[in-house]
Nanobody
Framework: QVQLVESGGGLVQTGESLELSCTSS????????MGWFRQAPGAQRELVATITAGGSTDYGDAVKGRATISRNNRQTTWYLRMSNLTPEDTAVYYCNAAVGQYLIWGKGTQVTVSS
């Protein structure tokens, strides 16, 4: 079994930067794709960024140019760095991983951006 744990959330000011981490533990498995999604109150969960095992990345329109996703070589930890944060970035951020036919999710970490 694989567990994902996010860290790095918290309260930041408008214009500041933030880095989130997602660490996997448990059974060692090959992950086809790792990513970050977010969900604001009353909104649907939306894509923030994904990275494949080969290193290809994709970003949601709301964060393009402000977000960078990366991972370590063992693919056990991946990161999301976001800059120039605004209150619209306030949400619970979830990491996920595609393992075989399954999509595994972390429990999320709250990011709050104050104006």
């Amino acid at each position: 079994q694989v567990q994902l744990v996010e860290s790095g959330g918290g309260l930041v000011q408008t214009g500041e930067s933030l880095e989130l981490s997602c660490t996997s533990s448990g059974r060692s498995v090959a992950m086809k794709r790792m990513g970050w999604f977010r969900q604001a109150p009353g909104a649907q969960r939306e894509l923030v960024a994904t990275i494949t095992a080969g290193g290809s990345t994709d970003y949601g329109d709301a964060v393009k140019g402000r977000a960078t996703i990366s991972r370590n070589n063992r693919q056990t930890t991946w990161y999301l760095r976001m800059s120039n944060l605004t209150p619209e970035d306030t949400a619970v951020y979830y990491c996920n991983a595609a393992v075989g036919q399954y999509l595994i999710w972390g429990k999320g970490t709250q990011v709050t951006v104050s104006s």
